[in-house]
C-alpha cells in the first residue's frame, strides 16, 4: 500500500513539473484567434426564438391583452368551466401556445378526447419542456403543469392516459391560443409544421 501512495505522489510532481515547464519554455502555447481575418459566412448564427427572450415590458403587454378569465386561469392558477371553453372540442390541425409567452406547447397531433371537457394531450411537442410541480391545493397531491418561459399556469398531468405514454396533460383553454398550420410560418413558428407532414 505503502509504494502504491508513493507512486502516485510521484506521477503527481511530474505531472505538476510538466505543466510548469510548459509555461516557462512555451508561454506561447495558448491559441492566437484573429477574428478580423475569419471568414463569418461559415458560421451559422442560430436566431433566439422570440418565446425565451421577451422583455418584461412585452410580457406586461401580453398580459394587458387577456380576458378578466384567462388571467384569472393563467395567472392566479385557477381552472376554467369544462365543456364550454374554446379548444375542448378543436379538431383543426395546428399547435398550442402559450397565451402570454407564445412558446409552442402541444400539438394537435398528440390531442384526444378524454370526456373531461378540456383539451387533453399526451405529451408536449418533443423538444419543448414543460415544468411539472407538485400541487396539494386540494388536499391531494396532483401535479401542475406550467410553461418554461411564460411560467403560466396550464392545468395538471394525470397519468391515466389511452395512448402508449400513458399521459393525459389536461389543458385548460385560457392559458393557450392556437395557431392553425397554415399560419405556422408566418406566425414564427415554421420549424414546426414538420409536424403535419
Known amino acids: 500500500m505503502l509504494r502504491l501512495m508513493r507512486l502516485y505522489v510521484l506521477y503527481f510532481v511530474l505531472l505538476v513539473s510538466l505543466v510548469v515547464l510548459q509555461l516557462i519554455y512555451r508561454p506561447d502555447v495558448n491559441a492566437q484567434v484573429e477574428i478580423e481575418g475569419y471568414d463569418m459566412s461559415k458560421v451559422n448564427i ?12 412585452e ?4 398580459i394587458s391583452k387577456l380576458t378578466e378569465e384567462q388571467k ?3 395567472l392566479q392558477d385557477g381552472t376554467e368551466r369544462p365543456f364550454s371553453n374554446e379548444y375542448w372540442e378543436n379538431k383543426e390541425k395546428g399547435i398550442y401556445v402559450d397565451i402570454v409567452s ?12 378524454s370526456g373531461t371537457g378540456w ?24 401535479t401542475e403543469v406550467r410553461s418554461e418561459f411564460g411560467d403560466t399556469h396550464l392545468g395538471h398531468l394525470f397519468d391515466d392516459g ?25 406566425k414564427g413558428y415554421g420549424d414546426f409544421i414538420k409536424l403535419f407532414e
Open 46 to 57: 442560430i436566431d433566439t426564438p422570440f418565446w425565451c427572450s421577451a422583455t418584461p415590458e
Open 59 to 62: 410580457r406586461a403587454e401580453a
Open 72 to 74: 384569472l386561469v393563467s
Open 102 to 113: 407564445g412558446e409552442p406547447l402541444f400539438s394537435s397531433t398528440d390531442k384526444f378526447d
Open 119 to 142: 383539451p387533453s394531450f399526451d405529451r408536449p411537442i418533443e423538444g419543448v419542456n414543460v415544468k411539472e410541480i407538485s400541487d396539494t391545493s386540494l388536499g391531494i397531491v396532483r
Open 162 to 186: 389511452p395512448t402508449k405514454t400513458g399521459l393525459r396533460y389536461c389543458i385548460n383553454s385560457a392559458s393557450l391560443a392556437f395557431i392553425p398550420v397554415n399560419e405556422l410560418k408566418e
